[in-house]
């Protein structure tokens, strides 16, 4: 099994077992981080435009040049971006960004519509 695998795994397994978005999230890039997909993982949420870091793993290093960032939507919207310094595998980073779409809207405005509506 390759680190790729491994990470996949074991995030799909905390996005599966479910639970607060927080603790999801936390778990995600602490799996990215400890599977060794990374060694930097964050998620960065869209707030008024501007990019908020939120659950972080890892120790970002400013001198790496290899920080990858991949959107992360919902709809049509961009809500985060899932950030990750130390690894060069884009698809792997794309697919979690999907896993933890609707984790990462946390604070999201849903323009009137219900919740479970928007949803």
């Known amino acids: 099994m390759t680190t ?24 995600v890039v ?5 599977c060794g997909a990374a060694s930097w993982a964050a998620i960065l949420f869209v707030e ?8 972080e793993a890892g120790t970002p290093d400013p001198a790496v040049a290899t920080r990858i960032q ?3 939507t ?4 961009r809500v985060a971006e899932l950030a ?8 792997l980073l ?14 999201w405005d849903t323009r009137g519509v219900p919740w479970d509506d928007a949803v």
């Open 94 to 107: 794309e697919h979690v960004a999907a896993l933890v779409s609707e984790h990462c809207l946390v604070g």
């Open 70 to 72: 991949v959107p992360v």
């Open 4 to 27: 790729s695998d491994a990470a996949l795994a074991a995030v799909e397994r905390v996005v599966g077992d479910g639970g607060d978005s927080d603790d999801v999230l936390r778990g």
């Open 48 to 55: 008024r435009g501007e990019l908020e870091l939120g659950p």
């Open 30 to 34: 602490q799996a990215l981080a400890e």
């Open 84 to 91: 990750a310094e130390g690894c060069d595998n884009r698809a």
């Open 74 to 77: 919902f709809g049509d919207a």
